[in-house]
């Protein structure tokens, strides 16, 4: 069983939609949890960052944790055509050692 | 603005050749780490250094070799055992090591084979 699982997309949709993208893990050890965007040809940025089951919410941003499922989400409202980009999941223990999902291709559409 | 340096954006190896890929950082950050990130899949550790004069490999730490003399500075050496280097290489930083500080990361170099 892969650590992560997400499903790579792509993702097409209108702007405005409501965007939910998910993750799936496997290791119980795993207590830190983050969204990274990526853009074409750039570095991943700090998204979302949270460390326990719930909701977190920042501006149209919603990072969803449940632990006991091992299930991530990210919602996104009212989505822009700037959302456009590659949306990474991560996961972290107590170690050094981030694990990546392969990411999530999102596309709004004007 | 504090941040994460990579250099250069874009770099061509010959056959038989190291090189080396900057990576500086003014967020006073301890942490540093490489990643290797190829098409389609996630990114995976290649090395690296909780504190200055020390590292440790990560994933796929073969054909690749560090050094950290200083607490802003993390080079990458791709050498020549290294049998597909060609892929998008990116520097990141944390306050201290362990999930509970996040990493940042730079944008990154291109690495391809001439």
């Known amino acids: 069983q892969k650590e992560v699982e997400q499903d790579p997309g792509p993702l097409s949709v209108p702007e405005g939609a409501i965007v939910s993208l998910n993750c799936t893990y496997s290791n119980s050890a795993f207590q830190y949890f983050m969204w990274y965007r990526q853009y074409s040809r750039k570095g991943p940025e700090l998204l979302m960052y949270t460390y326990s089951s719930g909701n977190k919410e920042d501006g149209r941003f919603t990072a969803q944790v449940d632990k006991s499922s091992k299930y991530i989400s990210l919602f996104i409202r009212d989505s822009q055509p700037s959302d456009s980009a590659t949306y990474l999941c991560?996961?972290?223990?107590?170690?050094?050692?981030?694990?990546f999902g392969k990411g999530t291709k999102l596309t709004v559409n004007p | 603005d504090g941040g994460i340096t990579q250099s250069p954006k874009y770099l061509f190896r010959k056959e038989g050749q190291n090189v080396t890929l900057s990576c500086e950082q003014n967020l006073n950050h301890d942490a540093m780490y490489w990643y290797r990130q190829d098409p389609g899949q996630g990114l995976r550790l290649i090395y690296y250094s909780q504190i200055v004069n020390d590292f440790q490999k990560g994933d796929i730490a073969e054909g690749y070799s560090v050094s950290r003399e200083k607490k802003e500075s993390f080079p990458l050496t791709v050498t020549s055992a290294q049998k597909n280097p060609t892929a998008f290489y990116l520097c990141?930083?944390?306050?201290?090591?362990?999930?509970?500080?996040?990493?940042?990361f730079g944008d990154g170099t291109r690495l391809s084979i001439l």
């Open positions: 990141a930083s944390s306050q201290g090591p362990g999930g509970h500080q996040p990493q940042h």
């Open positions: 991560a996961y972290q223990g107590g170690s050094e050692k981030l694990v």
